[in-house]
């Protein structure tokens, strides 16, 4: 006792508090951070579906909640995730998805699902309703991207697989520390079937400089400016970067037109390293 009734014991009783209060804090901060992560690559978690949006006659956008309001699924840029459900047989059914949301939206993340009428993982999103939870499990995937690793990106979408595209360019575009510019050329059947056009162009408004949309359509209006029938050589020349070490041209659409931008890209000299299909 009479030691501790010195100063400089009380010094440093005080200093050894304040070290064990500084590594406290650090622990629970950094196991709360680690705890924030929901993804899990082993195992199927379950999310409570909070909100669905009908944005057409065959495609919503289903919000869904993370345990809790500061938590973030975990899923590295441009990678996507696995859903389970159950086809209209009442077998059990996984599919890959890529969110529309990034880490950067706490609390939640939204699939933006095209539903067709003899899709296995379609019937399970269209029979979903607000309350019900969805199993998924990642990341997967093999993209793996760093700011400013190339100097541009060329996007090569057809359909649904404009998802990864937007996940990607977002990304890009937010983070003010990476210089890196989009070129996207978006292809459709009918401008009804443009999935995410408001935040396309959004991107278009917001990063003038930064990001460049073409859009693609099979069957277009009376009034199009954009290109009409399929992604030609020609398009590819005219609104992707030029084939060079620091390009690189990402591409996701229906198995045929994949096949078809490959041989286009092989055709106008990009070489694999500078190609890669998600």
């Not at 440093?12 to 804090?25: D, E, R």
């Not at 949006?53 to 869904?64: G, I, M």
């Not at 060329?154 to 998802?163: E, F, N, R, Y």
């Not at 390009?247 to 092989?266: E, F, Q, S, T, V």
């Amino acid at each position: 006792m009479e030691f501790l009734e010195r100063p400089e014991a009380q010094l440093i009783v005080g200093v050894a508090v304040a070290v064990v209060a500084v590594g406290a804090t650090a622990y629970f901060y950094f196991s709360s951070k680690k705890s924030k992560v929901c993804l899990n690559p082993e195992q199927f978690k379950e999310f409570k579906l909070v909100k669905r949006t009908q944005l057409s006659h065959n495609v919503a956008k289903f919000r869904f909640e993370l345990p809790t309001p500061t938590s973030v699924l975990g899923l590295p840029i441009g990678q996507h995730i696995s859903c389970r459900g159950k086809d209209s047989q009442g077998e059990e059914v996984v599919k890959p998805y890529t969110p529309t949301t990034l880490d950067s939206d706490i609390g939640y993340f939204e699939l933006v699902i095209k539903m067709y009428p003899q899709g296995r993982m379609s019937h399970h999103f269209r029979e979903m309703r607000v309350g019900d939870y969805l199993a998924v499990k990642g990341p997967k995937g093999r993209f793996k991207y760093q700011p400013g690793q190339v100097r541009a990106f060329g996007m090569l979408a057809g359909g649904s697989g404009i998802t990864p595209m937007f996940q990607v360019a977002r990304a890009i575009l937010e983070n003010p520390n990476d210089a890196t510019k989009v070129h996207l050329i978006y292809a459709n059947v009918t401008a009804e079937d443009i999935l995410l056009k408001e935040e396309l162009e959004g991107l278009t408004a917001n990063y003038p400089d930064r990001f460049k949309v073409y859009y693609v359509l099979n069957q277009p209006p009376e009034e199009w400016s954009g290109g009409v029938g399929f992604v030609s050589k020609e398009m590819i020349q005219t609104h992707c970067p030029a084939p060079a070490n620091d390009i690189k041209i990402l591409r996701c659409g229906p198995p045929p037109m994949n096949k078809a931008m490959a041989a286009h890209l092989d055709a106008l000299g990009y070489s694999p390293e500078m190609q890669f299909q998600f």
